[in-house]
């Protein structure tokens, strides 16, 4: 089988769906899977050649600029079409694909554009994803709650279609054996979208602040305006600006495994999640960890973590914050479903399983 890997429109090493691309292709690599070709955005070229360089790469040809969508599919369906390949696998869907004769696996992450967007983008995202779908020979879920999703919105889609394989979890040496800011903190990871529900965390904070010694270490980048408009203002009207940690800037995974190996306790309040890797990342680190139970979080956690519920009520995760920090998981506790979730998201054993799928659709 010769495999295209298809990141052409991915152009940042540290997007949700670049990283979950990153990991599957070193798990090919690790797995010394042959005859896989990589279709690269020039803004991550370097690092691909660099990293991954028994793979052949070529640059793809599209524009990275805005309302650019139709040339680049015309570019990108010409360049494909020269590419001697068997099966494209493309980590995250892209509508050019739709003009695309050859094999196709696609994975979609979620369906929260569909939850999320408003006007024309809503309505592109409804128009184009069941066309995408139809139009792929197999997909990719990485959620069984994801697979049901699709199923739920597009009922004409057969389930046989579609396979869930979770995300593989790859955890990182801290940079240095040392508290990153120097004292207690609690943390959390993840983009700043309204419906990732920081303000949930922030009046459980605010709640908890003449109560504990921690300070709330929050890194993410703002996604929309929820952030400006509703977090930072609550920040200073609580005088919580000396009591929280802001950190947009993009960090190494080094530094990032130092965060949560420091950290009192990991918090993750979201409301929409199609795998959710952050608190199983921190679980990964040792650190307790307190989630939400929206969406695929309880199902891809696999229900090892503190919950509370609902999760919208500050006051139920401010109460769960309390408990834990007053009567933490043991480090043996916390070791196991350390063992179990790197067994369950191995690398290795992901990108074999997304390999050997891709296998069976190519032979079908």
Same mark, same amino acid.
């Given at each position: 089988?010769?495999?295209?890997?298809?990141?052409?429109?991915?152009?940042?090493?540290?997007? $949700?769906?670049?990283?979950?691309?990153?990991? /599957?292709?070193?798990?090919?690599?690790d797995?010394?899977?042959?005859?896989?070709?990589i279709?690269?955005?020039?803004?991550?070229?370097?690092?691909?050649q660099?990293?991954?360089?028994?793979?052949?790469?070529?640059r !793809?040809?599209?524009?990275?600029?805005?309302?650019?969508?139709?040339?680049? $599919?015309?570019?990108?369906?010409?360049?494909?079409?020269?590419?001697?390949?068997?099966?494209?696998?493309?980590?995250?869907?892209?509508?050019?694909?739709? #003009?695309?004769?050859?094999?196709?696996?696609?994975?979609?992450?979620?369906?929260?554009?569909?939850?999320?967007?408003?006007?024309?983008?809503?309505?592109?995202f409804?128009?184009?994803?069941? =066309?995408?779908?139809?139009?792929?020979?197999?997909? /990719?879920?990485?959620?069984?709650?994801?697979?049901?999703?699709?199923?739920?919105?597009y009922?004409?889609?057969?389930?046989?279609?579609?396979?869930?394989?979770?995300?593989?979890?790859?955890?990182?040496t801290?940079?240095?054996?040392?508290?990153p800011?120097?004292?207690?903190?609690?943390?959390?990871?993840?983009?700043?979208?309204?419906?990732?529900?920081?303000?949930?965390?922030?009046?459980? #904070?605010?709640i908890?602040?003449?109560?504990?010694?921690?300070? @709330?270490?929050?890194? $993410?980048?703002?996604?929309?305006n929820?952030?400006?408009?509703e977090?930072?203002?609550?920040?200073?009207?609580?005088?919580?600006?000396?009591?929280?940690?802001h /950190?947009?800037?993009?960090?190494?995974?080094?530094?990032?495994?130092?965060?949560?190996?420091?950290a009192?306790l #990991?918090?993750?309040?979201?409301?929409?999640?199609?795998? $959710?890797?952050?608190?199983i990342?921190?679980?990964?680190?040792? !650190?307790?960890v307190?989630?939400?139970?929206?969406?695929?979080?309880?199902?891809?956690?696999l229900?090892?973590?503190?919950?509370?519920?609902?999760?919208?009520?500050?006051?139920? =995760?401010?109460?769960?914050?309390?408990?834990?920090?007053?009567?933490?998981?043991?480090?043996? +506790?916390?070791?196991?479903i350390?063992?179990?979730?790197?067994?369950?998201?191995?690398?290795?054993? +992901?990108?074999q399983?997304?390999?050997? #799928? @891709?296998?069976?659709?190519?032979?079908?």
């Open positions: 089988m010769k495999l295209l890997f298809d990141l052409s429109n991915h152009t940042s090493i540290y997007s $949700g769906v670049t990283v979950y691309a990153l990991r /599957i292709l070193e798990g090919f690599r797995n010394h899977y042959e005859n896989i070709t279709l690269c955005n020039s803004q991550i070229l370097d690092y691909i660099h990293n991954f360089p028994d793979y052949k790469c070529i !793809a040809n599209i524009n990275n600029g805005r309302n650019v969508l139709l040339s680049n $599919g015309y570019n990108w369906t010409k360049q494909i079409n020269k590419i001697n390949c068997d099966i494209i696998f493309s980590p995250n869907i892209y509508p050019t694909y739709i #003009f695309c004769n050859k094999k196709i696996v696609q994975t979609i992450h979620d369906l929260q554009p569909l939850k999320v967007f408003k006007g024309k983008s809503r309505l592109a409804q128009i184009c994803l069941p =066309l995408l779908i139809l139009r792929s020979k197999k997909i /990719i879920s990485i959620s069984e709650y994801v697979k049901n999703e699709i199923v739920h919105f009922p004409f889609i057969k389930k046989r279609k579609i396979k869930s394989i979770s995300n593989c979890i790859i955890t990182h801290p940079e240095i054996n040392k508290n800011i120097g004292k207690h903190y609690l943390l959390y990871v993840s983009s700043l979208w309204k419906y990732k529900n920081i303000m949930t965390l922030l009046k459980a #904070f605010n908890n602040k003449d109560k504990i010694e921690q300070d @709330l270490v929050i890194i $993410g980048k703002q996604m929309d929820s952030w400006k408009d977090a930072l203002p609550f920040i200073k009207t609580e005088h919580l600006e000396n009591r929280i940690i /950190i947009e800037k993009t960090i190494s995974n080094e530094k990032l495994a130092q965060f949560y190996e420091y009192d #990991f918090i993750h309040p979201s409301l929409l999640e199609g795998f $959710g890797y952050t608190p990342e921190a679980a990964m680190h040792n !650190a307790p307190i989630s939400s139970k929206e969406t695929a979080l309880y199902e891809t956690t229900g090892l973590l503190n919950y509370y519920e609902p999760a919208t009520d500050y006051k139920a =995760l401010s109460d769960k914050i309390l408990d834990i920090l007053k009567d933490p998981p043991t480090l043996q +506790q916390r070791t196991e350390k063992n179990i979730y790197s067994k369950k998201y191995n690398y290795i054993k +992901q990108a399983e997304v390999y050997n #799928f @891709l296998l069976n659709t190519y032979n079908e």
